[in-house]
């Protein structure tokens, strides 16, 4: 019995499909162009160090909320890093929360999907030390829209810089906030050297290249280098993340 007992007890290691507690909440926002956004949000269940809005990658590409590095954000970080974790699906995109109303638009449509949901951050949820994670696509939303006085600055995993412009690149310059860039050693669209050249307008610009990742952070070591360059931002003392539970 009491083998069986210590074996019950031992911990298990954080995998692909392990979700720690959070309380997880639904919800829909509606945009300024009548749009209805859903998403959901991950909060902690002790006391918040910071808050993420993650901007999902390319949805014609099969990008959505639930892309797996952001599902296991809101899986993992609230337990693991005390950072609350809210994703949606930008307009016309599917997950298992459902469907964004509205019509993917190229990056100009989508201004008011980003807008709507940093205010419901912080007027409806009243989060604080909020931060912007894009990915792929959203790196250029972010970079693009979220543009909101009242947040940290940006988190930008594998940013292609396929619809953002060198001005829009020298307004984040001007502004002053950090701007922090994870870019894989093998990225398919913007390697480490060639985004140095490329974020050049913008001056402030953290470039942080990750040796073996690719774009798609594949795998459970890469989903951990990203989850704790998050922490390491918002969250340093809770670091190193924890591999078991």
């Given amino acids: 019995m009491w083998l069986l007992y210590k074996i019950a007890d031992m911990p298990e290691l954080i995998r692909p499909s392990t979700i720690l507690p959070a309380t997880r909440t639904p919800f829909i926002v509606r945009t300024e162009d009548g749009i209805d956004l859903v998403g959901e949000v991950a909060r902690t269940l002790d006391k918040s160090t910071g808050s993420i809005l993650m901007v999902h990658p390319?949805?014609?590409?099969?990008?959505?909320?639930d892309s797996h590095v952001y599902k296991k954000a809101a899986n993992r970080l609230p337990a693991?890093?005390?950072?609350?974790?809210?994703?949606?699906?930008?307009?016309?995109?599917?997950?298992?929360?459902?469907?964004s109303t509205g019509y993917f638009d190229n990056a100009q449509s989508e201004r008011f999907d980003v807008e709507a949901m940093i205010?419901?951050?912080?007027?409806e949820l009243k989060l604080e030390n909020l931060w912007i994670v894009g990915w792929s696509f959203g790196t250029d939303l972010a970079l693009k829209f979220a543009r909101d006085k009242r947040h940290q600055g940006l988190i930008l995993l594998s940013p292609p810089l396929r619809f953002t412009t060198d001005e829009e690149l020298?307004?984040?310059?001007?502004?002053?906030r950090?701007?922090?860039?994870?870019?894989?050693?093998?990225?398919?669209?913007?390697?480490?050297?060639?985004a140095v050249k490329r974020f050049a307008p913008l001056k402030q610009i953290s470039?942080?290249?990750?040796?073996d990742a690719k774009?798609?952070?594949?795998?459970?070591?890469?989903?951990h280098r990203v989850l704790t360059g998050i922490t390491k931002l918002i969250a340093p003392e809770r670091l190193p993340l924890p591999e078991e539970f």
Avoid at 58 to 65: D, N, V
Avoid at 178 to 194: G, N, Q, S
Wanted: hydrophobic fraction near 45%; charged fraction near 15%.
């Fill in 215 to 223: 774009h798609l952070w594949v795998g459970e070591p890469a989903v």
């Fill in 119 to 123: 205010n419901y951050c912080f007027d």
């Fill in 207 to 211: 470039i942080i290249p990750v040796e």
């Fill in 80 to 99: 693991m890093a005390g950072i609350n974790v809210v994703r949606f699906n930008t307009r016309g995109t599917t997950s298992e929360a459902g469907t």
């Fill in 58 to 65: 390319l949805p014609t590409a099969g990008g959505m909320m």
């Fill in 170 to 176: 020298q307004w984040w310059s001007i502004d002053g």
């Fill in 178 to 194: 950090p701007v922090i860039a994870f870019v894989p050693e093998f990225d398919d669209y913007l390697k480490p050297d060639a």
